[in-house]
């Protein structure tokens, strides 16, 4: 490894070092020059090429869900404070769509939880391939998921909900004959800045209050503020 590449190599452990510690929480001086450390010592034993695809899937690690492999709780958290702010000084909208897998424990409980984990994937991958690579597609913790549109007012939000609704219930789940509704559904709650909510917090928040109004109306539908 040559001088230009040791720099190169320095300066990118830096940057994936400080983003992982960032968004995974590890935020104190300590347990990052510990992190840091580690990574150089691992980065002497390597070629360029191998430090610098370890270092990228580290930092692809440190914002990713392992299971469904789409963005996890923390990094979701950094990037809508980061579109709510975008949208304050721009003047846009941002939409937040909150989503729950209906009588998961129930499909859980039944089928075991290899089949619940292929569910859960198998979401994922519905929500990926049916938002812009703009959108920020997150799973928000167990069978819940979350999605952030920037530059999206709540009609439109409103019409993307209702197509990942739809193919979600149209997809051919396994054993999902056998959920109460007879088929692997989800419900969908929806909020917009800066109409319903001036901080992140509260768009959360008001998403949430949706997701509930749709789970109390009987589940499999998009419930927005009218």
Same mark, same amino acid.
């Given at each position: ?11 990118? #452990? ?16 300590? %347990? ?7 990574? %150089? ?9 191998? #430090?610098?695809? $370890?270092?990228? %899937? ?5 914002? &990713? ?49 290899? #089949? *619940?984990?292929?569910? %859960?994937?198998?979401? #994922? ?15 928000? *913790? ?39 509704? *007879? ?34 109306? *009987?589940? $499999?539908?998009?419930?927005?503020? &009218?």
């Amino acid at each position: 490894m040559n001088k230009s590449d040791s720099r190169r190599l320095l300066s990118a #452990a830096f940057v994936a070092v400080a983003g992982a510690s960032l968004l995974s929480g590890c935020g104190s001086s300590e %347990l990052f020059n510990k992190y840091f450390d580690q990574s %150089l010592k691992l980065l002497k034993s390597q070629s360029y090429d191998q #430090a610098e695809n $370890n270092l990228l %899937l580290a930092e692809k690690q440190a914002i &990713t869900d392992g299971l469904t492999e789409i963005y996890n709780y923390r990094y979701f958290h950094h990037q809508l404070e980061r579109e709510v702010k975008r949208a304050k000084r721009h003047w846009y909208k941002v939409s937040l769509i909150m989503i729950d897998v209906d009588h998961f424990k129930h499909y859980n409980d039944k089928n075991g939880h290899p #089949a *619940g984990d292929d569910v %859960l994937r198998r979401i #994922a991958e519905i929500l990926k391939n049916t938002t812009r690579t703009s959108d920020v597609v997150a799973r928000y *913790g167990g069978e819940e998921f979350i999605v952030i549109l920037p530059e999206t007012p709540s009609s439109a939000a409103v019409k993307l909900a209702e197509k990942i609704r739809t193919i979600v219930e149209d997809e051919k789940f396994l054993h999902g004959s056998s959920q109460p509704l *007879g088929k692997v559904t989800i419900s969908l709650g929806i909020a917009t800045f800066p109409e319903d909510s001036q901080s992140p917090e509260e768009l959360i928040q008001k998403a949430d209050e949706q997701l509930y109004l749709a789970k109390s109306l *009987g589940r $499999n539908r998009v419930s927005f503020k &009218t």
